[in-house]
């Protein structure tokens, strides 16, 4: 609650405020167009940050919300509508990681995941082309392709480690770590997980350490 009472009144607010009088009161037509943009420009990431969330609450209990497929569609349309590439792509992603991931629809979800790797490699988007490469990796996977898999895992830790991106890169190294043992090498997934390890502590990801713990007992079982 406190988060919530700590945010100031954004500047949109003003601006879509003097764009309806300016429609209402004096005639300007054309700040109904502009007001579109304003609120869309408002929506689209509004739209991500609440899938986002939902999202995060599945991973976490497993109950299925409807509302976050939803969220990301409207997202991707309104993206599309401003002309925002990156942000398109970034929807397409979630979008691809909805039937993917809360679905178990892989086959569903990787036109989504190759749409979003192509529209952010356009525009330089690396780290929604880290995400976007690493769920193809899973699709792979999932599909009995293992070198495919293992490279397109591979490019998004890659991807991560050049922009900085700490807790994705040593996540990125987990599922490298499994892909290792469940293709009988031992030896590399532990030393996976050891660099994946240095690197959380590094940024302090703590859920990624839970999860380089688990995957070490799985490994090692």
């Known amino acids: 609650m406190q988060d919530a009472q700590d945010v100031q009144r954004p500047d949109w607010v003003a601006h879509a405020g003097e764009l309806f009088e300016a429609a209402m009161f004096a005639g300007d037509a054309s700040a109904l167009d502009r007001s579109d943009d304003v609120l869309d420009a408002v929506e689209a990431p ?4 609440r899938g986002k969330l939902l999202h995060v609450r599945f991973l976490n209990d497993r109950e299925e919300n409807g509302r976050e497929l939803a969220l990301f569609e409207r997202a991707a349309e ?3 509508r401003l002309g925002d590439a990156s942000g398109e792509a ?11 991931v ?20 356009s525009v330089g988007d690396q780290k ?10 899973f699709a792979d996977k999932d599909a009995g392709d293992v070198d495919r898999a293992r490279q397109r895992l591979t490019e998004s830790v890659t991807l991560r480690r050049a922009i ?3 807790p994705g890169e040593a996540a990125g ?28 502590e590094s940024c302090g990801a703590k859920a990624v350490t ?3 713990e688990q995957a070490r007992t799985t490994v090692r079982a």
């Open 46 to 49: 509004l739209s991500m940050a």
């Open 78 to 80: 309104l993206y599309r």
């Open 90 to 100: 970034d929807a397409l992603f979630w979008i691809g990681c909805w039937h993917q």
């Open 102 to 121: 809360v679905k178990g629809d892989g086959v569903t979800g990787r036109p989504y995941f190759e749409q979003s790797y192509a529209l952010a490699q």
């Open 128 to 137: 929604t082309m880290s995400y976007a490469i690493r769920h193809l990796g």
């Open 164 to 166: 900085g991106f700490r």
């Open 173 to 200: 190294l987990v599922a490298l770590a499994y892909l290792a043992a469940e293709t009988g090498n031992r030896s590399v997934a532990l030393h996976h997980l050891d660099e994946a390890q240095a690197v959380a």
């Open 210 to 212: 839970g999860w380089i």
